[in-house]
């Protein structure tokens, strides 16, 4: 079990992420996959590393994780460009998911 753990858009990005990454086969997180990764129990914190140009995804995302009753840290990592398939892991800005950053949003 991972205490941290990664969430990629894609198959091939959630593997060149690393081991404690999955993948979620699409550009949106559904409800049930909310639920499934709160699920476990052990993890203390999520990062969502999608693609470039995929912020406001991420921001819905970590609503979803939110509501459906994660209470831990979840990390927004920006692609500067490209996604984590095409291999360039470093180029990525983070930013942590918190009552501050959900205000600047609206």
């Not at 999520?46 to 406001?56: H, Q």
């Amino acid at each position: 079990m991972y205490s941290d753990v990664g969430i990629c858009e894609g198959v091939f990005s959630a593997i060149a992420a690393g081991n404690n990454f999955v993948a979620l086969c699409g550009k949106a997180m559904t409800n049930a996959q909310a639920n499934r990764l709160v699920a476990a129990r052990r993890v203390q914190s999520y990062t969502l590393m999608l693609d470039s140009g995929a912020e406001d995804s991420a921001y819905v995302m970590a609503k979803q994780l939110e509501y459906a009753g994660f209470r831990g840290d979840i990390n927004i990592q920006r692609m500067i460009s490209g996604d984590p398939a095409d291999g360039v892991i470093g180029d990525r800005i983070t930013w942590s998911w918190d009552v501050e950053m959900e205000l600047a949003m609206l």
